[in-house]
């Protein structure tokens, strides 16, 4: 077993040429794939903060009109509708919270006081105590408000302070600060930065005993959303609706939906980059190994022999294409998450490292190696001594290999028929991109077949240009199909890669322009505090 591993390290050290450019393709493979999969998932984390900062963590809502309330029993109906993770009441309320300095006037702002179950209100509103305590978990607690750090330090607030909040039933009610938090939300009570007390302090101030003004609800992972939906409105009564989030709205949806596709057309074209590139270096260093191979069979070298001997090298490259690959992908990674954040005109979170990424440029390394390996190997394997000596072998004059312009045509018209239906709207539309990729790859396939008439069409501008040198170069390419099928395939797929990715880059900026332009409407907004998210409006000034 030592004896093959030394024959594919001599041959790596004798000529350092050969393996550096096979090393440089695996790397380069690796290295794209890592990049682009890191950076999709930095792209997609990005999007899924903005989207749950706007929409929060609900995936539905139960309400009612504006300006109405329902009775809170209505939940434990909704609680039990299968696939209902949590329902957390909530009732809001413009009110004027009045601060009061030693030596100095009363100063009251315009805020939102939103009433929540401290038990369960986190499971759906994100945010932290940074200072003090959370709102209590018995409702028999004393208890007191929860404001914004940042609103708190603005206005020079502190735990403990006394305040009071003004309410129509009661007028102003005497309270304190018990806690300051940060929100990572703004879906909370879609007002900016509100208040929170407890539902039943709410309640209770504005004689509102057993009411609220809406439910947020967090379906189980994984089901599906609309289902539970329906099954929720079944169970509520007149008046009273189910829909999702105001804030998670198609436009939002599809923004999201075509970043994904966008990302995803990025991994499909780095990975089918990878392959040809890879594939393609290794059977031109095959093919320059003829004489070698032909020589080794020659003095006894078994076919098994030769082919173990390849599979070493390719692994032997894998692994440490793979690795460095693995490393040029995390610096690349950051540099494309630069420019992806410069292109929508934002800043997106720092590059997250997790297994994934080094998994998928594992596979592609190691595996691409050996798969690709596994057609110079066979064509070594079966090179006689007489075949080896010659410059050319009789079967890249002769023809195309039946099997691969089957494949080909077979993976053009499955793939066209999922284009077909995705179009149609019976899939999803993101088994497009992949569809799309793989009918790429069968173009290739079949590029055999249409490489004589291609050369005739470009001899017929280089006739006369270059009509002698033009020649040889046809000649040349057909008489070498397969490394030259390779080759125009690489090329091919690299600048359908360079426009799909283009064009995918610009839509996703485009779509999201459109998103911001059509969510904000207003150049400049003039307000007493944050509008409400999911309604557009706004306490009076």
Known sequence: MMLYWRFAWRELRQRPSRPILTLLSIVIGVGAVVAVTISAGTTHRAFDQIFKTVAGRAQLEVSVPIGTSFDEKVLAKVRDVPGVQTAVP??????????????????RYTITAIGVDPAIDRKVHDYEITAGEPLPTDPKAESGVLLDSNFAKNQKIEVGDPVSFSTRQSGFVETHVIGLYKSNDVASGGAGSPMYLPLIAVQDSWDSLGLIDKA?????????????????????PNGVSVQPPPTHSAMAEETSLSTQQGMSMAQGFSLLVAVFIITNTFLINVTQRRRQIGIMRAIGATRAQISEMMYREALLMGIVGTVLGSLLGIAAAHFLTVAMGTLYETELPPVKLSFYPFLIGAACGLGISLVAAILPSRKASHLSPLEAMRDVLPEEIEGVQWWLTASGVTIIAICSVLVALSIAGYISMIHTVWATILMLAGCVLLMPIALKPMCKFAMFFLRRILPVEGKLAQLQLLRHRSRTTLTVGVV?????????????????????RSWYHKAIVADYILRASEPNMATGTSPDL
Not at 91 to 97: A, F, G
Not at 496 to 509: C, P, R
């Open 90 to 107: 909530i009732m809001q309320r413009w009110t004027k919270l009045e601060v009061r300095h030693e030596g100095s006037k009363p100063k």
């Open 216 to 236: 947020q609800i967090a379906t189980v992972p994984g089901t599906d959303d609309k289902a539970v939906q329906k099954a929720i409105a079944a169970v509520l």
């Open 492 to 512: 091919f797929i690299a600048a359908a890669t360079g426009i799909g990715l283009a064009n995918s880059v610009i839509d996703n900026v485009n779509d999201v």
